[in-house]
């Protein structure tokens, strides 16, 4: 458990001089499903709801309005992950059409459930990070 004063190291450390805030970072903190400004506290308040506010930094996360996105993401990322691998085992195995549909339907449920609440972490980390929709309106 961090105490004040790490919080509040961590808090400068996240904020550049000129008001920026790292892009990076905070969608690789989004992504392990991390507060994007502490990376301590858990974003999650379930599989997909994001939290009001951060347990341990006390940033608020409400703002965020990742909408559809992360689904068109995940589709995208599966889609563009499967269908090759799909081609590749047909061509060179010639697999039973049963058994075919029954893996590679498996493995998209499994790599879909497994990616979307780690691509709309790391969009609220982008959120957060480029201060979009509300974030860092009241920063002084």
């Not at 301590?40 to 409400?62: F, Q």
């Not at 039973?96 to 590679?104: N, Q, R």
Request: net charge positive; with cysteine; glycine share 10%.
């Amino acid at each position: 458990m961090l105490n004040i004063a790490q919080l509040n190291e961590t808090r400068a450390a996240a904020t550049l001089e000129d008001g920026e805030r790292p892009l990076w970072p905070a969608m690789q903190r989004g992504w392990r499903c991390r507060c994007p400004n502490c990376g301590a506290g858990p974003m999650m308040n379930g599989y997909l709801k994001v939290r009001d506010t951060c347990a341990v930094c006390g940033e608020d996360l409400h703002h965020q309005r990742a909408d559809d996105g992360p689904a068109y993401l995940t589709i995208l990322i599966v889609g563009h992950l499967m269908a090759p691998l799909m081609l590749f085992v047909f061509t060179r195995y010639r697999p039973d059409p049963l058994i075919s549909a029954t893996v590679f339907s498996i493995g998209c449920v499994a790599l879909s459930l497994f990616l979307l609440p780690r691509i709309k972490g790391a969009m609220v980390g982008l959120q957060w990070a480029k201060r979009m929709h509300g974030f860092g309106q009241n920063d002084g």
